[in-house]
């Protein structure tokens, strides 16, 4: 008998396919305890308070990446309208910084632009769409650097560029195509080094200001 009150016997007391099951659970439990602990943190924007301002409003003014409103910290909603009273840009501030979603559509009345920022800085998913609809581009951000895939598109629907990101730098396979679908560059980086295809970098490229605002 063993401490619990169990008869011992000299044979194992998990088979050979049961101790298979067993290493494999274990293996499993490892695995998903890792994936637990390595979820990004998950942030929520500060709740900005319903007052909303024309961006015409001559009381605002603007020292570096910091908005004021008659010469204080400006807290509240910022708008743009075009001519005929549609809503170009809405922004929304917290002491003088972006905070929660920004918006901007085009003349047509189709959503340009969607982003997220939490005290100033990018946070999460940011994505544009051209006039007609179609995906511009699209990629997530985490303490303003870019994590994960980044995709932009040509205003055809084609795409231009597919980039990967680990804390702000790339990390994986990249690639990038020309407006008639040909590759431009197909490479890899692994630990800061190119490997394949790195193509050449037009002086003008037009997607080259997509991420970078």
Not at 75 to 99: C, H, I, K, M
Not at 117 to 123: A, H, L, M, V
Request: proline share 4%; glycine share 8%.
């Amino acid at each position: 008998m063993n401490f619990f009150g169990f008869r011992t016997v000299s044979r194992p007391i998990v088979s050979r396919h049961g101790a298979g099951y067993l290493l494999l659970w274990f293996f499993l439990l490892s695995c998903r305890q890792k994936n637990e602990t390595t979820k990004p943190e998950i942030k929520i924007a500060k709740t900005v308070p319903t007052e909303y301002r024309n961006a015409t409003d001559s009381n605002f003014s603007n020292h570096q990446d910091t908005v004021y409103y008659r010469d204080k910290f400006f807290t509240g909603f910022r708008y743009v309208l075009y001519p005929n009273g549609d809503t170009a840009v809405l922004q929304s501030y917290f002491n003088g910084v972006e905070e929660g979603t920004q918006k901007k559509w085009h003349p047509n009345k189709q959503l340009a632009e969607k982003r997220f920022y939490i005290n100033g800085r990018k946070e999460g998913l940011h994505q544009s769409w051209w006039p007609d609809g179609k995906p511009k581009f699209v990629f997530t951000t985490h303490n303003d650097e870019y994590n994960g895939e980044l995709k932009e598109w040509y205003s055809s629907g084609l795409l231009a560029k597919e980039f990967h990101y680990l804390n702000g730098k790339e990390e994986g396979s990249q690639r990038l195509w020309w407006d008639n679908g040909t590759v431009r560059a197909n490479y890899v980086i692994k630990n800061g080094k190119k490997y394949g295809l790195i193509g050449m970098k037009l002086c003008n490229n037009p997607y080259d200001s997509v991420i970078t605002k």
